[in-house]
């Protein structure tokens, strides 16, 4: 199985900047997709991140521009760099990991508040 842990989320004002992790233990992580995605209150959870094992990223719209994701080369940790923060961005961020057999793995999340 795999293990994912995000850290570093936290409470900031507009306009700041943050950066999160997430630490993935288990086998052939270096072969995951692996991205970011966030969940508001009363709104689904949205895929905002992902990054190939050969280091191609995608970004939704919402954070194009002001995110980065990017990882090591065994897979083990995943990061997103994020600037430029909004009160809109505020929600649970999670770790996200989908194997070669197409199954996905999730975190338990970590808490990014923006305020004004």
């Known amino acids: 199985q795999v293990q994912l842990v995000e850290s570093g989320g936290g409470l900031v004002q507009a306009g700041e900047s943050l950066r999160l992790s997430c630490a993935a233990s288990?086998?052939?992580?270096?072969?995951?997709?692996m991205g970011w995605a966030r969940q508001a209150p009363g709104k689904q959870r949205e895929i905002i991140a992902q990054?190939?094992?050969?280091?191609?990223?995608d970004y939704a719209d919402s954070v194009k521009g002001r995110f980065t994701i990017s990882r090591d080369n065994a897979g083990k940790t995943l990061y997103l760099q994020m600037n430029s923060l909004k009160p809109e961005d505020t929600a649970v961020y999670y770790c996200n990991h989908r194997n070669i057999h197409g199954m996905n793995y999730w975190g338990k999340g970590t808490q990014v508040t923006v305020s004004k």
């Open positions: 990054i190939s094992p050969g280091g191609t990223s």
């Open positions: 288990g086998s052939m992580l270096s072969y995951a997709i």
